[in-house]
């Protein structure tokens, strides 16, 4: 639970900073630009080679990529029946279809589930949305922050995303059944661990929630969809259609009701898709997905 509290703390530190103007104007992109070249390569690299891969794995497998394509599908045809603008669309496709299923996940499934729990998190997490961040959400942010597309540029940015790199080069050495040497483990860990703590508080740092915002109605309709209607898909593709049991099934759709991924809401600052509201996202989806999970805890039994 101390990664809970950490979550909280590091959120709360970046509003006060940005109250009292501690930290400059631009420091929230600084941390942001380290979460992305250092911070989320340094987890790919301890956690995909050590990923052993089989046929039980395909359920949490899919909870990242089902969920982006529920989310595209969902904010493609309610943005174009609505009037969405692009960047308002690729700003909610991205918020509700990448999950936290790290940084809130592990710590809120070892606390359900026990350390036997994180063997299935980490599927959905390094295979599932981080690789799902790593491509499709890239895809989409490039995609949806201009409007004239070019395929070649697209191509390449995921090409140079750090992460990405970073996992294909974990994946080789997966399918090579080799790792790094133990002092290197040690220090990807390490580095690893700063994500959630950087990234959190840069979330605080740019935090402003306006009462009379015109962000609430499609904050509102976001969060729905991400905490009650995702993991409601899942409830019953999972456990009534597929008539899955067991942990593997309940630490899958458990995850798919995480809060919005904060690495998703980096990518909507990095590319101009509405950051305000992805901050707003973030800094009420977090704290509000704890009593949703707990929802979605004990309906699962």
């Not at 918020?95 to 936290?100: A, H, R, V």
């Amino acid at each position: 639970m101390d990664s809970i509290l950490l979550l909280f703390l590091c959120l709360i530190s970046g509003v006060i900073l940005r109250r009292f103007k501690t930290f400059p104007p631009n420091a929230h992109l600084v941390l942001n630009q380290f979460v992305i070249y250092f911070s989320l390569p340094a987890v790919a690299l301890y956690y995909i080679p050590k990923i052993r891969i089989s046929s039980e794995l395909l359920y949490p497998l899919g909870v990242g990529w089902l969920s982006f394509a529920l989310s595209f599908a969902f904010f493609f045809l309610i943005g174009k029946w609505l009037g969405f603008s692009k960047k308002l669309t690729g700003c909610l496709v991205l918020m509700c279809g990448l999950g936290n299923t790290s940084f809130v996940g592990f710590p809120i499934i070892e606390a359900l589930y026990g350390k036997e729990g994180l063997k299935t998190a980490i599927i959905v997490d390094q295979p599932g949305s981080f690789m799902v961040m790593a491509t499709l959400g890239i895809l989409v942010a490039s995609v949806y922050s201009s409007g004239n597309v070019s395929w070649n540029a697209v191509g390449s940015r995921i090409l140079k995303f750090p992460p990405f790199l970073a996992f294909v080069v974990g994946l080789t050495l997966n399918i090579l059944s080799v790792d790094f040497p133990e002092i290197f483990q040690s220090a990807f860990q390490k580095l690893g661990n700063t994500v959630s703590p950087l990234a959190l508080v840069a979330v605080g740092l740019q935090l402003n929630i306006q009462r009379r915002s015109s962000h609430w109605g499609v904050l509102s309709l976001g969060l729905v969809f991400k905490l009650m209607l995702m993991p409601l898909f899942f409830y019953l593709l999972y456990y009534k259609i597929c008539g899955g049991t067991g942990q593997t099934i309940g630490v899958s759709v458990i995850e798919s009701a995480m809060a919005p991924m904060i690495t998703a809401g980096v990518l909507c600052h990095q590319y101009g898709l509405k950051p305000k509201l992805a901050s707003m996202m973030l800094g009420i989806g977090i704290p509000l997905s704890l009593l949703t999970v707990a929802f979605w805890y004990f309906l699962i039994g």
